[in-house]
């Protein structure tokens, strides 16, 4: 597995692509923190946590579809966090009222 950074509008997005399954897998977290347009990391995460929590309430799906790699953090460790494949990151994303949300999907 590779990891890289993925870039949307001034938000670093983590990736790492799976090259036995050919497949690229997106930090859910991240793309929350682009989503609501925050950049504090505890409070993307905490956003995340709570939808989470909502969403498997709901009986959602997407949720358990979300793995944990470890990738890169801030501090440079490397860290188990969130990650979900594109088709599961766009069902994710239709949770998250955002103006930010339309351009990620493309």
């Known amino acids: 597995m590779k990891n890289t950074l993925a870039v949307f509008e ?4 983590r990736r790492i692509y799976d090259e036995e399954k050919e497949i690229w897998f997106f930090s859910v977290v991240d793309i929350i923190g682009a989503l609501i347009h925050q950049k504090d990391f505890q409070l993307a995460r905490n956003y995340w946590k709570v939808l989470k929590n909502r ?3 709901e009986g959602s799906q997407v ?19 969130d990650v979900a494949n594109p088709e599961t990151l766009l069902r994710l994303i239709q949770s998250v009222p955002s103006p930010k949300a339309e351009p990620i999907k493309l």
């Open 10 to 13: 001034d938000f670093k997005i």
């Open 63 to 81: 949720v358990t579809k979300c793995n944990r790699l470890k990738m890169s953090a801030e501090d440079g460790k490397m860290r188990l966090t």
């Open 55 to 57: 969403l498997k309430k």
